[in-house]
């Protein structure tokens, strides 16, 4: 179970992440993982005890109070540049 499990709760215990778990391929290991993430410890050992080498999903949005931009290659990078040209860096 080993470091993703202890990085999941500690997520979910620090921030109030809502956890699920996913295969390497980044795809969730459980169904309506939308709705079914989240903080509860008790609930994410358990998928990890299903899911013993699952990677850590991470539900964004409202509810963890986090946002992702995803950034793909190969034009990601030069996009994100010409973003932050025109409308300034972004909030930390």
Same mark, same amino acid.
Request: hydrophobic share 40%.
């Given at each position: 179970m =080993? &470091? /993703? $499990?202890? *990085? +999941? *709760? %500690?997520y979910a215990k620090a921030y109030q992440w809502?956890?699920?778990? /996913?295969g390497k391929d980044k795809k969730p290991l459980i169904q309506e993982w939308q709705k079914r993430a989240t %903080? &509860?410890?008790a609930q994410i050992e358990e998928w990890w005890k299903q899911h013993p080498s699952a990677s850590i =999903?991470? +539900? /964004?949005g409202k509810d963890s109070k986090v946002w992702v931009l995803d950034v793909d290659l190969p034009d990601g990078p030069e996009v994100l540049s010409a973003l932050q *040209?025109?409308? =300034? =860096?972004?909030? $930390?």
């Open positions: =080993g &470091d /993703c $499990l202890s *990085k +999941a *709760k %500690a809502r956890i699920f778990p /996913c %903080a &509860d410890i =999903g991470l +539900a /964004c *040209k025109e409308n =300034g =860096g972004f909030p $930390l």
